[in-house]
């Protein structure tokens, strides 16, 4: 497996805070990773600095090196447009644009410069499949995207993340505010999903993390505490402070 | 006092899913004794008071499987929960059929009531009583204390235990003598030599038991690292 995104000794600074202390952790193509801990733990805040939506936060600052197949994405030269091409969001709430489902997912295509419809066409209807949805959606296309039901709008902007194929997705909290059948159809389209992408996602759902992800990585007051396989870390975590958070003995 | 804890909140699930295991441990360790008992003393009243507390340990076996479906369900436990609650579901399988045992063993005992049974085989059957006894202990001592090491030292308990029925039924097998008369009385011998495979699985499922204390401690098979 080859490394797509690392981060190095990362820390961030909310003004004269801390938020997040010497973070190391490296993101392997076709996996998934699973950001877990308490709130207020810097798993949000790491996520952020892989697409640099920190930048957007006034007073935060940036320390460490995070680099996307070993480019370094805060160095000065680098084009923050391009960067969120390849490294796209999905956040905690569906965020849909009052537009129809086509034109939700070819927005981000016909902002970077395609005009060839058919190839839009195309580029939508595999989005829509592999975010799970084209085959509820695939015959009201052009209908407001703001009619589909929650989970519907989710897996739409999924696909409207999908849609310029990137090298990683991020995820924050995707099924927060989801009923248990549509957090069931988001969490199998990620699955779907991991084949040739570097999916990263910040959950506060024990279950969705064992469930869904290949790593888990373990933050707690912005260290990051412990990272391995999913597997061994819901059956045997080697720290203490792991195995007290996700049997829930915290607090 | 009463417990501020409601009655399925998770800590408590799993707390009581610990204290029906130490109750079925003791009802296992009492059936054992006073199977040993009556063995000794040619108790048939005892031997049958065994045979009808073993349904109390069959009932435990199920009310414990439940609360353990019910832990899985309610609580999805992870890391030392999880690997407590799987070593649950192994060991009362281990503690249903020492309580077996000691029904068997019981029922020997009245089998063997009207039979001469020589007094050197008698000694034998309680020093191995003894041993297969107390390897349950040590496991049993092993799961209260969640004593991974006491565990471990149990390693070789099935060894020891198939050497001693060897042993046993070796020296409990009618032989005929230079005389080519047969000492004893064969079905004794028979009686005898089915308490031996009684408490050899005893002193075997004492080991399982300890396997599931070091399962629970470090989430290893001790199992595995004897195989390798």
């Not at chain 1, 197949?69 to 709430?93: H, Y």
């Not at chain 1, 997705?169 to 505010?177: G, N, T, V």
């Not at chain 1, 999913?230 to 958070?245: G, H, N, S």
Request: net charge negative; charged share 25%.
């Amino acid at each position: 497996m080859s490394i797509t995104m690392k981060a190095r000794d990362v820390s961030v600074f909310y003004g004269d805070h801390k938020a997040l202390h010497n973070v190391n952790l490296s993101f392997e193509s076709g996996k998934v990773t699973a950001l877990i801990g308490p709130s207020g733990c810097g798993k949000s805040t790491f996520l952020r600095c892989l697409n640099r939506m920190n930048d957007l936060v006034p007073g935060a600052r940036v320390e460490g090196v995070i680099e996307l197949d070993g480019e370094n994405i805060n160095a000065p030269a680098t084009n923050v447009a391009s960067l969120r091409r390849r490294v796209g969001m999905v956040f905690q709430k569906p965020n849909p644009f009052p537009k129809s489902i086509f034109e939700n997912v070819a927005y981000g295509l016909r902002v970077n410069g395609m005009k060839d419809e058919n190839a839009i066409a195309e580029r939508v209807e595999t989005a829509l499949t592999r975010a799970a949805l084209f085959n509820e959606v695939k015959d009201r296309l052009h209908s407001s995207a703001m009619g589909l039901s929650g989970g519907q709008q989710q897996r739409l902007c999924i696909a409207r993340a999908l849609a310029v194929e990137p090298e990683v997705l991020l995820m924050d909290e995707p099924a927060s505010a989801l009923d248990p059948i549509a957090t069931r159809h988001v969490e199998e389209s990620v699955m779907e999903l991991k084949s040739g992408l570097t999916i990263v996602i910040v959950t506060h759902s024990m279950q969705q993390a064992a469930r869904i992800s290949d790593e888990t990585a373990f933050f707690y007051m912005g260290k990051l505490i412990e990272h391995g396989e999913t597997d061994v870390i819901f059956t045997r975590p080697a720290q203490k402070q792991t195995e007290d958070y996700i049997t829930g003995r915290f607090g | 006092m009463e417990s501020i804890l409601c009655e399925d909140s998770p800590r408590q699930m799993l707390a009581t899913l610990r204290t029906r295991l130490l109750v079925m441990f003791a009802h296992a360790g009492i059936a054992l004794d006073e199977s040993g008992k009556a063995l000794s003393q040619d108790d048939a009243a005892r031997a049958l008071a065994v045979q009808e507390g073993d349904a109390v340990i069959d009932e435990l076996e199920n009310e414990i499987d439940e609360l353990c479906l019910r832990v899985m369900a309610r609580l999805q436990p992870v890391a030392g929960d999880l690997r407590f609650v799987v070593a649950a579901l192994r060991m009362v399988v281990d503690l249903e059929r020492i309580g077996d045992e000691a029904a068997s063993i019981a029922e020997r005992v009245l089998l063997l009531h009207e039979l001469p049974i020589k007094e050197e085989d008698m000694r034998r059957l309680r020093e191995m009583f003894a041993q297969a006894r107390a390897a349950f202990a040590q496991a049993a001592d092993a799961f209260r204390e969640e004593d991974a090491e006491a565990a471990r030292s149990l390693r070789a308990a099935e060894d020891d235990a198939m050497q001693a029925e060897v042993a046993l039924l070796q020296a409990l097998m009618p032989m005929p003598g230079e005389d080519g008369r047969v000492s004893g009385d064969p079905r004794a011998a028979i009686h005898a030599m089915l308490i031996v495979r009684s408490l050899t699985r005893v002193w075997r499922r004492s080991a399982n038991i300890a396997e599931q204390v070091y399962f629970m401690r470090h989430g290893a098979s001790l199992k595995h690292e004897l195989v390798r």
